[in-house]
């Protein structure tokens, strides 16, 4: 016969089993989430330098006087720039990749246009008015391909779509020069505009 003190402690066991079995499905849910948040976190660093890095590239002279020959170069050469400071960030530990989208069409992930701050759009184009870059990576299913959880091997949400995006655009209307010595040198005001989870939308009726 089973005395009672025994089913008690076969109750306890059972009931610790699954006290156990909930902990460590909360465990796995919480590192699952902060690698994501991870991945993003680091995208976001890729797309932050890209777009800031094609900014200060197309700044220059060539900007400035606005004519060709030199403009349309100058714009090959920043967006070259942008995706080498993309792969100098690394997400998913690789360099990433960012597609320079020579042709500045829309949707893309590198578009250079000019900036309406109201609006807060861009309108693709390449001229001497361009003053902004926009940067956007997809880690969606019919994009980059989704990010693979920790959770992938339990066939318990197996991928995460992360979509990062950033705007850095140049203010045309700042143009001046700082001592650096005895020597002044041309100033361009860059910045990245603080726009939390919300950054600037490209206007696709501008195209």
Not at 150 to 160: C, E, K
Request: a negative charge.
């Amino acid at each position: 016969m089973i005395g009672r003190g025994e089913k008690r402690r076969g109750s306890i066991a059972l009931l610790g089993l699954v006290g156990l079995m909930f902990l460590s499905v909360v465990f796995l849910a919480l590192v699952n989430y902060c690698w994501v948040w991870l991945m993003r976190v680091q995208l976001q660093n890729a797309a932050d330098a890209a777009s800031l890095a094609t900014v200060q590239a197309f700044s220059n002279d060539a900007l400035l006087v606005g004519t060709e020959p030199g403009l349309s170069e100058n714009f090959l050469k920043a967006r070259d720039t942008g995706v080498e400071y993309a792969a100098w960030n690394p997400s998913l530990g690789q360099p990433t990749p960012l597609d320079p989208n020579y042709g500045n069409l829309v949707p893309g992930e590198l578009v250079l246009g000019v900036l309406d701050t109201a609006a807060k759009s861009i309108a693709p184009e390449e001229s001497a008015s361009t003053n902004a870059a926009r940067v956007l990576l997809e880690h969606v299913a019919d994009k980059r391909g989704p990010v693979v959880t920790i959770l992938g091997g339990t066939g318990i949400l197996l991928y995460a779509g992360v979509v990062v995006a950033s705007t850095a655009y140049l203010d045309h209307n700042v143009i001046g020069f700082r001592p650096l010595g005895s020597n002044p040198i041309p100033v361009s005001p860059i910045a990245l505009p603080a726009t939390g989870n919300n950054p600037f939308e490209i206007g696709r009726a501008h195209v």
